[in-house]
């Protein structure tokens, strides 16, 4: 199935690094402008200044800027593309509330296929602007900063074969970030276990866990590279994308939830959509006074543990000062949901919510309403509603992985930020260029 293969990476030479992680930075879509600030007081080579720089005028084209950037770290040597293609083993700690955790993972280049040939599975609908920002981008760079998370099932000896090679040696580099998350990679240059590993991986699927957007924008690249060149190459960089491959079973990796802020409405669609709620869920309210990110946050996970199969969402309603639980009720009229093409999608808490309550209320395309805003963090949406700011603000549990593996493999597409998965890969441990062969 997958076509996935080591490949030439481009990284921070370790003798004019003198801490990579101060080098690192998360991917594009992460990235406030508070937080660019300080990365870029961090290191003069931090990889900000690749992935979202900041404009050097009012009238810059950030995109030439990158562009030139680029090309200056690599003339000076600050960046080096290592000379051997290989696959370059990943191992992640991190610390969060719940205590220490490891992941692993690879990142290789994987040949770029159309989503109906099954090879590469999505999972969410995507948005115009971020598509056409990173298509400006990698036209510019002829390059991937940041590669796209994917996730396999191990048909059984991928893992095996990435602990033994882990084991046999120490890290090439390794690299921790502000914080203390830290990273070890290996380069995989062994021929015998390259080759093991790409044909293990020719029998499964790959499912895009993070990174639609630079899919999209990577084949809309590639078609655009073929139709100027004239010539498609097995071997071409842009007939590839830079992806990191972590276990579907991973301990090591998370999925959590994005929650929907409000703003913008009048009083008829607020009315509009506390009629469309009351008429689908069973509503169970309650103050929201005394309430903070913390005890809203213990409160939920409490709640989504416990609804037993039952779709759930949350309310929250500033103006009437009130958080109410819905439920999706169990007897409905023939025709009261949207058609769903399998029934796995009515256990999907976000689907329902676009599909049944914001979609039919708000109109136009899910992702694409702007009176809607995806909110990962409680504390933020918090300081949304104390500013008032925030009409109203729907809370969607994370969605199950068993679930999520279903209806990729079901070939379903959810609204934007339907899942959010984490920890976030960094941009720049290992970088790819689409120029020449991979």
Known sequence: MADVRPFRGLRFNPEQSTNLGDELCPPFD???????????????????????PKPATEVADVYAQSA?????????????????PAYYLMQEEYTDTSGTHLRMGFYAAVHLEEYERGVVLPHE??????????????????ANFSP??????????????????????????????????????????DEAASEELRSLLKRIPLYIADGHHRYETALAYRDNVREREKVRLDSQGSEFVLMCLIDVEDPGMQLHEFHRALSGLTNDKLSALQEQVYGLFTVESRPLGGMDAETMGAFLRETWKNRAGNPTLGLIEPEEG?????????????GSLPFAPTPDLYQCEAWLLHQAVLDPVLGGTSGDQAQVEYVPELDVLFKSIADGTCQAAFLVPPLDMTLFESLVREGQRLPPKSTFFLPKLPTGLVMNLLTGDI
């Open 30 to 52: 992460g990235i406030s402008g508070e937080q660019r600030e300080e990365l870029l007081s961090r290191s003069p080579h931090n990889v900000v200044r690749l992935e979202l």
């Open 68 to 84: 030139s950037q680029l090309q200056e770290w690599m003339a000076s040597n600050v960046l080096i593309q290592d000379e051997q």
């Open 125 to 142: 609908y995507t948005r115009k602007g971020p598509k056409e920002d990173r298509l400006a981008m990698m036209e510019a760079c002829g």
């Open 148 to 189: 796209i998370m994917s996730m396999y099932r191990d048909p059984g000896g991928i893992r095996p074969l990435l602990l033994n090679q882990m084991a046999s040696r120490p890290p090439d580099f390794t690299a921790t970030m502000e914080g203390g998350t830290a990273f070890k990679v290996w380069a995989l240059k």
């Open 322 to 334: 009130r958080l109410s639980l819905l439920t999706l009720r169990r007897k409905l009229p023939p």
